[in-house]
């Protein structure tokens, strides 16, 4: 066959795709009907599809690109390291350069005690790694029956076996027959949903207070660990209000389990710190990181553990790993986006400048008719679109229908916004200047008055 190249004609591209390409979290026969956008370059926070539009990415492709796209550095870097030594593993008492330096760079970035690092290639197995290993730590120190692990629902983990296993969405868990047994759930902190007449103080302090109620139910001599988002992604961007963290810090404490900070999101300065525990002073055991780790240059994730955790696990052998544990040019790249970032200053500019700036810009959106709560934390942020601020009311339509008319609008006016439900979500790259989250505003802006209109054209605003 003759392969298709950037250039080639986008309903080529379009029909080859269709034919072959199934698409993760997509309705394939939807899709193919009326053809993916064909995405064939990008550079800084732009995308160019085949038509040649230029795209502004609010989301840094799937919340990972922070530096940006097109930085030379790491394409060279890569090929430096697949010359040199392109893989080898690290399984039977071997080691390899990349992967012993990033370990130690992640050690220094990484808060409190936190200096072991088990890679994995991404989020979701990462994940899977933390499930068996906290379950491993128990039975090491002799309570096996500690096996039970609390998540939250309308978590996003990943979507492994164990990652949505651990996630709290039912339309993940819906196929496949999932969770695997030993998982336990409680309510998200989401106040604009859930809170009914409670303030988000109290609301706060009540959901963190689920977890001790779960811990006495299942019994606290069988759960292992809690796992959490510091903010909640894929979710809609659900910051938990202020009372919620230092509360479930001392249920944490008070009956000894473990916590698990999934920082796969606010990760490597999303949140304006180098982790979201720190911004939200979390102070996990375990650390999941993927994503903002290489920027998605390169497929790579892991956990990074307390010393207290690597020395029970260091006591036996751990029958874990995978072929790409510390893939050497997965860590080559990763260390070089950890360099740009620091010597950048790219995660100070954040917290001192850009964010700032995106904050009351976004935060201005909230005099629109049809957003309500408008939440920001760094570089990730989301609004609510409901019929009636007042009341917090979603729409009389499906939920979902008119936050997918906006993404739609975004999409039109080449501006890449998620929708989850009917929240607005944006994410963008960390190396944002003020101009482009002026031209993001105005967009997000003239696709909510479309949306808006559109909504009240079709008798939907209601
Ligand atoms: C994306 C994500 C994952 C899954 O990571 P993958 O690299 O897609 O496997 C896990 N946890 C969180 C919080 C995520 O946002």
Same mark, same amino acid.
């Given at each position: ?7 080639? $004609? ?19 026969? +939807? ?23 230029? %795209? ?11 530096? +940006? ?80 692990? %609390? ?6 983990? +990943?979507?492994?076996? &164990? ?31 859930? +809170? ?33 988002? $510091? ?12 009372? /919620? ?10 009956? &000894? ?39 998605? /240059? ?70 629109? $008719? ?16 409901? $019929? ?75």
């Amino acid at each position: 066959m003759t392969l298709l190249t950037a250039n080639s $004609p986008t309903a080529e591209l379009q029909a080859l795709d269709a034919a072959h390409h199934m698409h993760p979290f997509t309705q394939g026969a +939807g899709l193919n009907e009326k053809g993916a956008r064909m995405i064939t370059r990008a550079e800084g926070c732009w995308l160019t599809d085949s038509e040649g539009n230029r %795209i502004l990415d609010g989301m840094a492709g799937l919340w990972c690109v922070n530096i +940006g796209y097109g930085r030379r550095e790491l394409a060279s870097v890569a090929a430096r390291q697949m010359e040199e030594l392109p893989y080898y593993n690290t399984f039977f008492q071997t080691s390899h350069v990349p992967a012993l330096n990033l370990a130690a760079r992640l050690a220094e970035l990484a808060p409190g005690d936190l200096n072991h690092v088990f890679f994995a290639s991404g989020g979701s197995d990462a994940n899977d790694t933390n499930l068996r290993m906290v379950r491993t730590y128990w039975a090491e120190k002799g309570q096996p029956e500690k096996n039970v692990i %609390i998540s939250r629902w309308n978590a996003y983990h +990943g979507s492994t076996i &164990g990652g949505t296993s651990l996630g709290g969405m039912k339309g993940m868990h819906g196929q496949g027959d999932l969770p695997i047994p030993g998982i336990e759930f409680i309510d998200q902190p989401n106040w604009w949903a859930e +809170g009914g007449d409670m303030t988000p103080e109290e609301f706060g302090l009540m959901r963190a207070r689920q977890l001790e109620e779960k811990i006495l139910e299942v019994g606290q001599d069988k759960v292992a660990a809690f796992i959490a988002e $510091p903010v909640q992604g894929a979710g809609g961007v659900i910051v938990a209000p202020e009372t /919620y963290w230092p509360e479930i810090r001392r249920i944490v404490d008070k009956y &000894g389990i473990l916590l698990i900070a999934d920082e796969v999101i606010c990760g490597f300065g999303r949140t304006g710190n180098w982790f979201g525990s720190q911004t939200l002073d979390i102070r996990p055991d375990i650390m999941t990181i993927a994503k903002g780790l290489s920027s998605g /240059y390169m497929p790579i994730g892991g956990s990074i553990v307390s010393d207290e955790v690597a020395k029970v696990i260091g006591g036996t052998e751990f029958n874990h790993g995978y072929t790409y544990s510390g893939h050497p040019v997965a860590c080559a790249v990763a260390l070089e986006n950890l360099r740009i970032l620091e010597e950048e200053k790219i995660v100070d500019t954040v917290r001192d400048q850009t964010a700032p700036y995106l904050k009351e810009k976004f935060e201005s959106l909230g005099n629109h $008719p049809m957003v309500g709560e408008v939440k920001i934390v760094g570089m990730m942020g989301s609004m609510a679109l409901t $019929p009636n601020k007042g009341t917090r009311a979603p729409f009389a339509a499906d939920a979902g229908t008119i936050g997918f008319m906006c993404r739609e609008r975004c999409f039109a006016n080449n501006l890449v916004m998620r929708h989850v439900g009917d929240r607005m979500i944006i994410s963008p790259p960390l190396v944002i200047s003020k101009d482009e989250i002026d031209t993001l505003i105005d967009r997000a802006r003239t696709s909510l008055d479309e949306a808006h209109a559109q909504a009240v054209s079709e008798g939907l605003f209601a």
